[in-house]
Structure formats: C-alpha cells, structure tokens
C-alpha cells in the first residue's frame, strides 16, 4: 500500500503537466481568452460530450470528497477539491487518492 500512493502522486503528477502542456499550446496560438478555450471545447458533439462527461465526473469526485473528508475527519484531503476546478479531474482524483492513501498506512 505504501507503493501504491506514490504511484497516485505520480499520476497527480502526470494528470497536472501533461493537459496544462496543451492548454499553454492553446493559448500561446490564441492568447489568453478563457471564453474562446470555452468555444473551442464545444465545437462538436464529440467535445462537448467529453466536457459534460469530465464535469460530471468533477462535480461527482467533488460529492464523494467532501462526504468522505468528513466523515474520516481528513480536512487536509479538502485542498484536493480546487484542484478538480482549477487544474482538472485527472489531477483531482489521484491526488485525493494520494491523500486518501496517506491516511490509511
């Protein structure tokens, strides 16, 4: 298990730098326009889908954290949930894992 939230860390890790890279990408080619990255996420169905799909998911994570940082009384696992929104489920989540992991050896 102690292995185990290293591997979390290093997917929190992963999940923070690889999706910025494209973001910079983006907005080095079309400035820094929040609302056009929005438009940009929705230029097809197929997109959109994959937005409300990781919304979903992000607001369902954000739930089960803030229950859960409850009931274990582990506030600290609660600086995991502006992560969720201000970098993303894929940090979010193996993150919260991490904490969770840290909390249980």
């Known amino acids: 298990?102690?292995?185990?939230?290293?591997?979390?860390?290093?997917?929190?890790?992963?999940?923070?730098?690889?999706?910025?890279?494209?973001?910079?990408t983006w907005f080095r080619e079309n400035g820094f326009?929040?609302?056009?990255m929005v438009d940009a996420w929705h230029a097809n169905a197929a997109s959109s889908g994959l937005v409300w799909d990781l919304t979903i998911a992000a607001v369902t994570l954000t739930l089960w954290?803030?229950?859960?940082?409850?009931?274990?009384r582990d506030w600290l696992s609660l600086v995991t949930v502006p992560t969720i929104y201000c970098i993303g489920v894929s940090c979010g989540l193996p993150l919260y894992l991490y904490f969770r992991a840290r909390r249980a050896v």
Do not use: E, N, Q
């Not at 298990?1 to 910079?24: I, Q």
């Not at 954290?65 to 274990?72: E, N, Q």
């Open 65 to 72: 954290i803030l229950f859960d940082a409850v009931a274990r």
């Open 1 to 24: 298990m102690a292995r185990l939230k290293y591997l979390w860390l290093a997917l929190a890790v992963w999940g923070t730098v690889h999706p910025m890279y494209w973001f910079v």
């Open 33 to 36: 326009d929040i609302m056009g």
